[in-house]
């Protein structure tokens, strides 16, 4: 998707080892969100940043860590990967270079597919 | 636990047909947006209705807006296989956050 790229897009690892996904963007944009994707259960958020150092966390943030370094990067680590938390992790932006933060709809990343074995 | 859910949860229509998704939300809103999602992709925002507005159309969809009755729908005329997709509405209320239902899986037949 233009301007918001995740990586690794595919990772396998084991129970119990730390893990870190990134988000990039170019767009400039305030805001910014990790997401997870389960069957039945739509899109949850995990934590989310409305600008660098500023985070919160989201409706499923056990487990997960967050940092946010730079406006264009915001990266979310598992600190002891569980197989409770094989999903696919979306990141997305919002809120444009003004910072207004209603009434803009998100851009969302390409996901990224976790299994923990 | 879910701000926005879809009705029916599966919907298959013939070509050319209309489809219709329904949503209903739980607390006040500023706005409700609509989604789609293609198998294995991210999900594309579709259109945004504030909650001042009744009515909104881009293209071949229409959506709806009834804050008294907390609820929207997502209109999609003269469907084509290409729509086949899961469509996702989510609101967005006090805070920056959109909250998202669980979705609607439609297929389009070809």
């Known amino acids: 998707d233009a301007g918001i790229t995740q990586s690794p897009r595919h990772k396998v690892t084991e129970t119990g080892t730390p893990v870190t996904l990134r988000c990039h963007q170019t767009e400039n944009h305030r805001y910014m969100y990790w997401y997870r994707q389960d069957p039945g259960h739509g899109l949850r958020l995990i934590h989310y940043?409305?600008?660098?150092?500023?985070?919160d966390k989201g409706e499923v943030s056990d487990g997960y860590s967050v940092s946010r370094s730079k406006t264009e990067d915001f990266l979310l680590t598992l600190e002891s990967a569980t197989s409770s938390q094989t999903s696919v992790y979306f990141c997305?932006?919002?809120?444009?270079?003004?910072?207004?933060?209603?009434?803009?709809?998100?851009?969302f990343g390409s996901g990224t597919r976790l299994t923990v074995v | 636990s879910q701000q926005g859910e879809e009705d029916p949860q599966a919907l298959s229509i013939q070509e050319g047909e209309n489809a219709t998704m329904n949503c209903s939300y739980k607390?006040?809103?500023?706005?409700l947006q609509w989604y789609r999602q293609n198998s294995g992709r991210g999900l594309v925002h579709l259109i945004l209705i504030r909650s001042n507005e009744r009515e909104k159309h881009s293209g071949r969809l229409r959506v709806t807006l009834d804050t008294s009755k907390k609820s929207s729908s997502l209109l999609i005329t003269a469907s084509r296989a290409a729509d086949t997709a899961s469509y996702f509405c989510a609101a967005q209320g006090g805070s920056e956050k959109l909250v998202f239902g669980k979705g609607t899986k439609l297929t389009v037949n070809p």
């Open positions: 940043s409305y600008g660098v150092k500023d985070t």
């Open positions: 607390t006040s809103i500023n706005n």
């Open positions: 997305a932006i919002s809120g444009g270079r003004t910072g207004e933060t209603y009434n803009y709809g998100y851009t």
